[in-house]
């Protein structure tokens, strides 16, 4: 029989979302990190007797979680097959399969496809269109959709980026694009945008919860992320401040689970979709909340912000940013992929 990592991305590239929700993905990777120092406990037991070491050392070393990422693998000297998507401004950008389409929305029929030979989602431009966040699915690595973080270099160089055990849901640059915030599910991460100087910004206990997907707010000083209340069975956006101070929640969607975050150019809005399907807004304050559109996965905003593109189904819609406007993309387009975890990017003017 299939494991379940097969099963899950079988299901992703057919285009299909895994029937997981945030926090379950987290405590199904939770078992098995939990799983895997056991074992590596009953190795250091073993090697605890047979070479002397002290008992309490061996039980320590299997045990304790990493607390800051391990540094990242050097970069990769092969050509990035992401690089051609530098050289296309002002695109609606997202996964259909194994490709990487890329619209212009003046010319929908010219559309661009980037065929690649893994699963690969765009997570997060940087504002320069310099550099390139992408998550990919390694066979036997991540569960669900966790996967593994590059940061892909417009002159096609490619870097991993490190965390304690190597699986991420999300990610985004700092507005100056010098720095990325990401996750491991139960703890946020920044990092230098070459993988330089990893450091733990903030954490939540497994016991207490979960969170994940991390975006930076375009003036810099603040980080929007998902979070899952274990025990209370609720899901939240909360904010913290860049300097992992002052978190503090803006909105709790109840037993929905809350995804593709997103704000707009100017900072003054937050965009998230919930189970129900529904793409709503609010303020940074958490007021003003309004429901946009019904719609699924991740949306973006126009580098001017004067567009939102969504995901309806397996279809790609835009709207006006008070929702108003709404229609689908013309063309005969390639399907979209991820289901409830669609990726769509919108790529700089620069």
């Known amino acids: 029989m299939a494991d379940l990592r097969t099963l899950i991305r079988q299901e992703m590239e057919r285009g299909a979302s895994p029937s997981y929700t945030f926090d379950a993905l987290v405590r199904r990777r939770d078992r098995t990190l939990r799983n895997r120092r056991i074992a590596a406990t009953v190795v250091g037991l073993g090697l605890a007797v047979g070479t ?9 070393s299997g045990l304790e979680p990493a607390q800051t990422p391990t540094p990242a693998a050097s970069v990769s000297t092969s050509q990035s097959p ?3 998507l530098f050289s296309l401004r002002d695109r609606v950008m997202y996964r259909s399969g194994k490709n990487i389409v890329a619209v212009d929305l003046a010319d929908p029929n010219s559309a661009s496809r980037l065929v690649l030979d893994q699963t690969t989602d765009l997570i997060a431009w ?8 992408v998550r990919r699915y390694p066979p036997g690595g991540c569960e669900g959709t966790f996967g593994r973080l590059f940061v892909i270099a417009a002159d096609g160089s490619e870097v991993p980026l490190p965390s304690s055990h190597g699986c991420s849901l999300g990610g985004s640059f700092s507005p100056d694009g010098s720095q990325i915030a990401y996750d491991d599910g139960s703890r946020l991460y920044v990092v230098g945008v070459d993988g330089s100087d990893p450091g733990r910004l903030m954490g939540t206990d497994f016991e207490r919860g979960s969170l994940g997907y991390p975006v930076w707010s375009p003036d810099g000083d603040r980080i929007a992320f998902n979070v899952y209340y274990e025990g209370r069975y609720k899901y939240a956006i909360d904010v913290v401040s860049s300097d992992g101070s002052g978190r503090h929640q803006i909105v709790g969607t109840g037993t929905r689970s809350p995804g593709g975050l997103s704000w707009s150019p100017n900072g003054s809005l937050l965009l998230y979709t919930t189970g129900a399907h529904s793409i709503l807004s609010l303020r940074p304050d958490g007021s003003e909340l309004r429901k946009l559109a019904d719609g699924t996965g991740s949306s973006a905003w126009a580098p001017r912000g004067s567009r939102i593109a969504f995901a309806r189904g397996r279809e790609l819609f835009t709207m006006a940013p008070d929702g108003s406007d709404a229609h689908r993309v013309a063309g005969h387009l390639p399907a979209l992929s991820g289901g ?10 620069r």
Do not use: C, M, N, Q
């Open 126 to 133: 940087s504002t320069d269109r310099s550099h390139l966040l």
């Open 82 to 84: 992401l690089t051609p």
């Open 340 to 349: 409830a975890d669609a990726r769509i990017l919108w790529s700089p003017l």
């Open 52 to 60: 002397g070491l002290p008992f309490a050392g061996a039980l320590r």
